[in-house]
């Protein structure tokens, strides 16, 4: 069949095509309308006819837009929580999110910051507590009121300069943008993670996240530890 009579057939593969009663003789021929010269045709058709008006310029100032957002400067950052505190860091940093596995302690090493080896996709890796690092309390969070809000907790792995360390969350929200005028400066009363280690406060859902120095955090990890 010609384009034009694919034309006429109004979409027979939807009619009685494999997407409609299959009465078609052709399946017969070709099994399946993808295999058909008149959806092919139809295709084509789909391709080659005239931009509906006012198409081009929607799509130019679409893109316009989207420049636009980009210079304006965001950040992606991952949020997570360790007891009560929402942190965040930017999301350049992390290589996996895994479920929690056991931990092995390492002998004549006291240190309430390292936790032990872990075992990351058959590679032993350093394991920490960023909540002792942070001296943040034990506090768990309280229990949600929605049934289907389940909390799982989770390990992850994040890098930066060749290092790689792991670290215990409690929940993990995932990566969220921020623009950079959104940071402002973090109050005493805020926060319980020492001021030296936050960039700023962001607000997100209604509650206040810490944004970490990772700089600082990575530094100090390099040195109590390696």
Request: charged content about 20%.
């Amino acid at each position: 069949m010609t384009a034009e009579n694919a034309q006429i057939t109004n979409n027979c593969w939807k009619l009685i095509g494999i997407w409609g009663d299959r009465s078609c003789p052709e399946l017969k021929t070709h099994t399946h309308c993808r295999n058909c010269p008149v959806y092919s045709a139809g295709g084509r058709n789909l391709l080659e006819r005239e931009a509906p008006q006012g198409y081009v310029s929607e799509w130019t100032e679409l893109l316009a837009e989207q420049k636009e957002t980009k210079a304006k400067g965001t950040v992606p950052v991952v949020i997570f929580r360790l007891g009560v505190e929402w942190l965040a860091l930017p999301a350049g940093l992390f290589q996996e999110v895994t479920p929690v596995s056991p931990v092995r302690t390492l002998p004549h090493r006291s240190n309430e910051i390292l936790q032990g080896l872990v075992n990351i996709r058959g590679e032993l890796q350093l394991c920490v507590s960023l909540s002792s690092l942070l001296r943040l309390n034990a506090t768990p969070a309280p229990a949600s009121k929605n049934i289907q809000n389940i909390v799982y907790k989770r390990m992850v792995v994040v890098a930066k300069e060749g290092n790689r360390w792991v670290f215990p969350v409690d929940e993990i929200y995932g990566v969220h943008r921020i623009a950079t005028e959104e940071v402002r400066n973090a109050p005493a009363t805020v926060s319980k993670v020492p001021e030296s280690y936050i960039k700023g406060i962001i607000s997100w859902q209604e509650e206040s996240v810490s944004y970490l120095d990772d700089q600082l955090l990575f530094y100090t990890l390099n040195k109590r530890i390696l």
